[in-house]
Nanobody, 119 residues
Framework: QVQLVESGGGLAQPGGSLRLSCAASGFTFSSYAMSWARQAPGKGLEWVSGIYSDGSDTYYADSVKGRFTISRDNAKNTVYLQMNSLKPEDTALYYC????????????WGQGTQVTVSS
């Protein structure tokens, strides 16, 4: 069965950095694009970033462009999200998701990892 397990969240100060990881299993990871999305308290799900199956291209929401970097290691079945210059508004539960169709269309996602940005 498909499993996506996120890790790496925690508490960071404004301006700080965190690196999220998502370990995938149960499907041919290298054949699928992957996304990161987030949900802040009281808000809807927001797409954050996406990466093609072979890592050849990446995409970002305007809110994180220039601060976050998505990458993947198909040998390790893992996708990453490097988050720099964190802001309080980045506080959210972050999910990785297996993409079907467009970047906002998923068939599986993980349980999420909490990121809190606060001084």
């Amino acid at each position: 069965q498909v499993q996506l397990v996120e890790s790496g969240g925690g508490l960071a100060q404004p301006g700080g950095s965190l690196r999220l990881s998502c370990a995938a299993s149960g499907f041919t990871f290298s054949s699928y694009a992957m996304s990161w999305a987030r949900q802040a308290p009281g808000k809807g799900l927001e797409w954050v970033s996406g990466i093609y199956s072979d890592g050849s291209d990446t995409y970002y929401a305007d809110s994180v462009k220039g601060r976050f970097t998505i990458s993947r290691d198909n040998a390790k079945n893992t996708v990453y999200l490097q988050m720099n210059s964190l802001k309080p508004e980045d506080t959210a539960l972050y999910y990785c998701a297996k993409v079907i169709g467009g970047w906002g269309a998923y068939d599986y996602w993980g349980q999420g990892t909490q990121v809190t940005v606060s001084s």
